[in-house]
């Protein structure tokens, strides 16, 4: 996109995404909760829906790729203080590259999270995780950029 990312201040996610950070950093065969994700995206979750994820489980690392499966997930949460309809796809899953400046998560197209409003619809493509700052990037929408200093 042409446009500048919406740019939103977190510090408060900087020691969860540096423990991010470093299970993605870690050999294959490690996994993260799904819930993680979620919370570094800057979504908020009420407790119900945060249970639901949980159930999900981990998120499964392997040498270069992703995966977590499970019930498709589809909720009301709020994000940049609107309310969008949040849904995980049954299966997630897509390309993990461990770089040095910070991993980066790659989501097959329909293996992600999307966002709808109305008629609107964006689907998660990717994730980089960087020590100062996580950037969040959507199919067809504003990507994100979330300040962690």
Same mark, same amino acid.
């Given at each position: 996109?042409?446009?500048?990312?919406?740019?939103?201040?977190?510090?408060?996610?900087?020691?969860?995404?540096?423990?991010?950070?470093?299970?993605?950093?870690?050999?294959?065969?490690?996994?993260?909760?799904?819930?993680?994700?979620?919370?570094?995206?800057?979504?908020?979750?009420?407790?119900?829906?945060?249970?639901?994820?949980?159930? *999900?489980?981990? #998120?499964?690392?392997?040498?270069? @790729?992703?995966?977590? =499966?499970?019930?498709?997930?589809?909720? $009301?949460?709020? +994000?940049?203080?609107?309310?969008?309809?949040?849904?995980?796809?049954?299966?997630?899953?897509?390309?993990?590259?461990?770089?040095?400046?910070?991993?980066?998560?790659?989501?097959?197209?329909?293996?992600?999270?999307?966002?709808?409003?109305?008629?609107? *619809?964006?689907? #998660?493509?990717?994730?980089?995780? @960087?020590?100062?700052? =996580?950037?969040?990037?959507?199919?067809? $929408?504003?990507? +994100?950029?979330?300040?962690?200093?």
């Amino acid at each position: 996109m042409f446009f500048e990312p919406v740019r939103i201040r977190r510090p408060d996610l900087r020691p969860e995404v540096r423990a991010l950070i470093g299970v993605l950093g870690s050999p294959a065969g490690s996994g993260v909760p799904l819930m993680e994700l979620v919370r570094i995206m800057g979504i908020s979750v009420s407790a119900g829906f945060q249970d639901q994820i949980t159930a *999900r489980g981990l #998120l499964h690392l392997a040498h270069n @790729r992703f995966s977590n =499966v499970g019930p498709p997930i589809r909720r $009301a949460v709020r +994000l940049l203080g609107t309310e969008v309809q949040l849904h995980l796809a049954a299966e997630l899953q897509g390309s993990l590259d461990r770089r040095p400046e910070g991993p980066r998560l790659v989501f097959d197209p329909d293996h992600s999270v999307s966002l709808t409003k109305l008629l609107f *619809r964006t689907q #998660l493509r990717q994730l980089d995780l @960087r020590e100062h700052e =996580v950037r969040v990037d959507f199919s067809g $929408a504003q990507d +994100l950029l979330i300040d962690l200093t």
